[in-house]
């Protein structure tokens, strides 16, 4: 008989849920609200209010909380550079250009080192000297109090965002990061019981759990911002990435291991992971942790058991650690959750963003066009921002796109809606429409739609620039709407003339300081971070890997199992290490010697040699000496097969080919 369960309808309105409503309409009060409060206090930059309101317009509190914090402190940074820069080279215009230039490539290129709002931080302290020195560059004396005027609009734009976020009962990213975890942990399980029903692991599915994984990070580093209980919420929810990150790779694990190993364990394995609850996993763990100790037959079994037990505490580690956020309790092992970035990514983008602020510098300076300051302005401000972006190429095009629409949006509502008009109430509904649009296509799950709708709602205030009262005049719209469009088709073509970054060549530095990593480990190169944490910044890198568009599917498949492999032998490497090193602080390093020296020559004959002189020597230690050398035996001879089945064309790219 077939259950069919009847699921309510979500209510909509023109297509577009109610929660997208609300959040548009929180964003275009906080915006009105922002304006108003500027206007009343007679600030220069009023327009930054509303500005800051578009740029924050996250749909969680936790979000807009912290990207808001990096607002204020990147542009106090950014403040201070200016006026740096401009008291260095008051009178010569090239040397300003040629600094600025310089601190947007620092600034981009540290952004590309971190990730979520700390890069948008990064790069905003960066192009706040376009926006308070740029404009200013014939009359430095005045940048200072532009400094302070942005800084009073972008706090008011801040305060009225936080104010109508609290009173709206905006959503905050504890909930909804928890139910993320919880619906990533259910995919985890089912991927490792489709291992243990004997399915082969699919490299794009392995890739993609860990792209899921490690893009929650933003939400988790969020939460702190959120409420007095993030950084305890947000401590047990790096704990829960980095378990489902583990987890991934147990169940690759035993992947790699023949489909009949312990039928029956195999089996119960598949109910205790089925069961949500996990009433059957202790039960289950302690006979797991028999087998593993125990003299198996079939050195296959033993090493079944060892991972099997593996998954079993990383899935209850898991579940730990959602019912820590859900408590808002402090877990009582907190660990980290480090990211990769690529240097060379970094560089590379932070010597392009230098390069064409300087070319379009260059090219609208020849053709002596009228608010040549703002064009170069416009080109730092969006090349920071695509720096920040999964591909800067597909932000330019976004940019093309976006930047016509909200310049005829500005005009439309300047000189047909208002025409003329300069009552606060007429400006706040003239600036609806096109606010509510832009917010409504920004709720949009496009990954193509979406930053459409965003950048729409950052220009759109920045082209109709309100003010009190509201100035009319033709020609400043048309002359700034035409350098605003030829910014950002100049910025379309720099990125794919200067120092472009294809696909295929990020795929292959991810994949090469995978290998060169992996290569330090066998030399004996020891990591600063905790074996999980360094397992969690692999997932980081693949992540990133499986984002990447293909090729080709072939090509994909190939270039992910390739990371898959690397990401399974270096915490294969670096088990054995901590294994040894635990070890050696018990035995004083007599019986580690040949073990550290197999692991460095790749040698799977020298690492079964050394399990079993490990295992010999066990007898001869206490209990928790006896526990520590059957650990490392273990890990040598998983390490060992590795190595096999690399040699025996399971693994194509072997062992030591990183």
Known sequence: MTLVQSVRPTATIAGFPLS???????????????????????????????????ILALQTRGQ????????????????????????????????FLISFAGWLGLCVYVGGLLDGNRAYGAVLAGYTVAIVAVQLIDSPQGIFLAGVNRGAAIVVGIAALGLVTDVFAAPSVYRGLSGKLAAVDRRVRAFARAILRGESADPIQSANLLREI????????????????????????????????????????????????????????GEALADARGEQSHALQRRFQRHADAECADPHDTLFARHALDLLIEDRRVQGAIEDIQAGRYPPRPIQAPIYRSRRAAARNGLRAFLA??????LFSLGGWPFTADGVLLVGVTIALSANAPSPQAFAAVAVIAMPIAVLLAGVTEFLILDGVDQFPLLAIAMAPGV????????IPNPKLAPVGFLVLVFFPVILAPTNPQTYNPETYLFFSLMAITAVILLFVLLRTVLPTSDALRRRWYLTSARAELRDLLAGGRSRRRDDEALFRDADRIGQLAALPPAADDEHRDDLRQALDIFGRAAAVRRVQTSLVELSMR?????????????????PLGLRRAAGDLSSAASELDHDGRAAARAASLDLIWAAFLIDAGASGSDPHGWTAA
Do not use: C, H
């Not at 309409?25 to 509303?50: D, G, H, K, P």
């Not at 992947?255 to 029956?264: D, H, N, Q, W």
């Open 587 to 603: 035995t004083g390093g007599r019986v580690v010697r040949d073990g550290y020296s197999a692991v460095a020559a790749s040698d």
């Open 64 to 95: 807009a909380y912290q990207k808001a914090i990096y607002r204020i402190l990147a542009t106090i940074v950014g403040v201070a550079a200016s006026l740096v820069i401009a008291g260095l080279f008051p009178q010569s215009r090239e040397l």
């Open 20 to 54: 997208a409503w609300a959040f548009a309409l929180r964003i275009w009060t906080a915006m009105m609200v922002a304006l108003y409060a500027a206007f009343w206090l007679q600030l220069q930059s009023a327009s930054s209010a509303a500005v800051t309101v578009a």
């Open 357 to 362: 602020v300087l070319i379009s510098a260059i």
């Open 214 to 269: 490690s893009a929650l990070r933003p939400d988790i580093t969020a939460l702190v911002a959120e409420s007095s209980a993030g950084w305890a919420r947000g401590a047990a929810a790096r704990n829960a990435a980095v378990a489902l990150v583990a987890e991934v790779g147990a169940a690759g694990a035993l992947a790699r291991l023949p489909a009949k190993t312990l039928p029956s364990l195999r089996s119960a394995l």
């Open 436 to 443: 509510l649009a832009a917010a409504l296509v920004l709720t």
